[in-house]
């Protein structure tokens, strides 16, 4: 290791200091604004700092009363955990043995570069289509239909991820397996997926954050309650007639609180899934 | 067992996938390009046969030309400035620092922020009349009086590249520390005996590590940013005066707000076709990058 100087080693420090701050002052201050009593935020000259924290926003928007914001807030939050899970879990059940085929039979990988080419296919270009066919089936705003249409985003990347992860699963494994006497599925059941888990854990984690952050669907697809995401619900909160900035910020903390938690928590794993398109080029 | 079988079953594994995507994306697709070529509205009946009609008028139009160069500029100056921030931050984060594990772990932070709080996040701050940024600069006397930066075509679209660059740098940033981290120590070490300046030592030593998942990065950013929506339609619905108004707003606006589904299905396929192009000779760069750097 060089030895460093010492003016080197503060001028480093500064750097930290102010990369520190760039990232943690917007965020810090979404929290502040939760917190913040109505007056406070709207202050001349600004108070950076609330008099008293006041929390009761969260339990306002966390409250279901009849025709409350809570009402709109909570039914959104139901609807985005739901259609997430339905996603992800159809992704899944799509990507696992597709993921499994192309990595154990390169012959067909084509097929699999033609789904993740997809990719580059802005949403508007298949926007009309879906719309049309999704109030042909009568699945405008409605859950299932929304989740539906999240495949086109979810799938190809799970499968993607699914494929790299099987590809560091040694095939002499599953092929000792089948020597001693084990059939294709219990060769994948007992051997493959157990050691595919983690992998699997990965995918289902960014398949959630993907549906959880998707906002052009659901803006087109969904109307009312029924069917309306979080993200559109907050979408409809800043650009409606709400004066409680607070009340904005409350619901922005509120969203960005599974994603943020999941990212700390899989930092590694995710950095991993996100940087081995780029190693391997 | 033979390897026809094992080609069969392979197909049979990924057919669910593909009669999905198929149905999600393939379908649509042709769709879209059969409505291209058609006077369809978005609810109604088919419409007529107008030909190239529809392709001819869109890219004749000057809303189209200074939305292809709004998009653009917006995607350019974002990607290279979340390239050149996130490089710096990277070899700031490859440094020996006290709390670097904390500032390492904080990175993930923006990137794990939903697209559309973000956004909300910015336009509280901009806000012309309570927003943070107004506030903070007036009291450190930079500016006179409180100003409406998303509401001013002057500033509105720097103001949306600043949010989007702050949520995307860090994801560089990443990246980038994760190839900085492949580098060997010994080879760092012998170009410093050997003499090499820091600038040298980055160029010659380091960049070639970095080049080949840096380009990975531009590609994906670069798709994204000229696709992007979600940002601009919460932020400033394309607005004021049109001067955010990126090719996928123009798309919603044609298909979804004045309903012209075909003249929206055309802009698409042309939005479509460029961004595969772009694709297309990025992944010419990156091939000829990653052959170079090995």
Not at chain 1, 135 to 161: D, E, K, M, Q, R
Not at chain 1, 188 to 208: D, E, K, Q
Not at chain 2, 50 to 76: C, E, I, K
Not at chain 2, 211 to 223: D, E, F, K, N
Request: with cysteine.
């Amino acid at each position: 290791m060089e030895r460093q100087s010492p003016a080197f080693t503060i001028f480093i420090h500064a750097c930290a200091l102010l990369l520190a701050a760039v990232i943690l002052a917007p965020l810090a201050w979404l929290f502040i604004m939760s917190i913040s009593p109505a007056a406070d935020l709207a202050a001349k000259p600004l108070r950076w700092w609330p008099q008293s924290a006041d929390f009761s926003r969260y339990g306002q928007l966390l409250s279901t009363a009849e025709n409350s914001a809570g009402a709109a807030f909570t039914s959104s939050l139901r609807n985005s955990l739901e259609i997430a899970g339905m996603a992800t879990i159809a992704a899944l059940a799509l990507a696992i043995p597709a993921g499994w085929a192309v990595s154990r039979t390169p012959s067909i990988g084509w097929s699999l570069s033609m789904v993740i080419a997809t990719y580059m296919l802005p949403p508007v270009a298949l926007a009309v289509p879906l719309y049309m066919g999704l109030s042909y089936l009568g699945l405008l705003n409605n859950v299932f239909g929304l989740a539906l249409v999240y495949l086109t985003i979810l799938a190809p990347f799970t499968t993607w991820l699914m494929k790299s992860g099987f590809d560091s699963i040694p095939r002499e494994i599953e092929a000792a397996a089948m020597i001693d006497g084990a059939g294709l599925f219990q060769t994948l059941r007992i051997i493959t997926l157990p050691l595919a888990a983690p992998v699997m854990a990965t995918s289902a984690l960014f398949a959630v954050l993907l549906a959880w952050d998707e906002f052009f669907y659901a803006l087109l697809f969904t109307s009312d309650q029924r069917a309306k995401t979080l993200t559109v619900a907050i979408a409809d909160l800043a650009g409606g007639r709400v004066s409680d900035y607070g009340l904005i910020a409350t619901a922005g903390v509120l969203a960005a609180l599974p994603p943020v938690l999941i990212g700390l928590v899989m930092q590694r794993a995710l950095i991993s899934g996100l940087t081995s398109g780029g190693v391997k080029g | 067992m033979s390897g026809t079988w094992m080609t069969t079953r392979a197909w049979l594994l990924m057919l669910p996938l593909l009669v999905v995507m198929v149905a999600v994306i393939g379908w649509p697709l042709a769709d879209t390009v059969g409505l291209s070529f058609t006077d369809a509205k978005l609810v109604g009946t088919g419409g007529n046969f107008v030909g190239f009609d529809n392709y001819a008028n869109m890219l004749s139009s000057s809303n189209f030309s200074r939305t292809l160069v709004t998009t653009t500029l917006f995607a350019v100056i974002s990607v290279a400035a979340e390239m050149v921030i996130g490089v710096l931050a990277a070899l700031l984060l490859n440094q020996q620092f006290h709390g670097r594990a904390i500032l390492r772990a904080l990175m993930i932070l923006p990137w794990a922020l939903p697209t559309v709080v973000n956004a909300t996040l910015w336009r509280l701050i901009y806000n012309p009349e309570y927003g943070a940024l107004n506030a903070a600069l007036t009291q450190m006397h930079l500016i006179d009086a409180y100003r409406s930066w998303l509401g001013e075509p002057g500033t509105a679209l720097a103001a949306l590249i600043v949010a989007d660059c702050w949520k995307n740098f860090p994801l560089v940033a990443l990246i980038a520390l994760a190839a900085l981290q492949a580098v060997p120590r010994d080879i760092t070490a012998a170009s410093l005996v050997d003499g090499a300046g820091a600038f040298n030592r980055f160029r010659f030593v380091i960049l070639p590590y970095l080049a080949g998942p840096l380009m990975v990065a531009l590609v994906l950013r670069t798709i994204e940013a000229f696709k992007v929506f979600d940002i601009i339609w919460v932020m400033t619905r394309g607005g004021p005066a049109n001067s955010t108004r990126t090719l996928s707003i123009l798309v919603y606006q044609e298909a979804f707000s004045f309903q012209r589904a075909g003249s929206g299905a055309s802009l698409a396929l042309i939005v479509t076709l460029l961004v595969t192009v772009l694709a297309v000779a990025y992944a010419a760069l990156v091939r000829k990058t990653a052959g170079s750097a090995a």
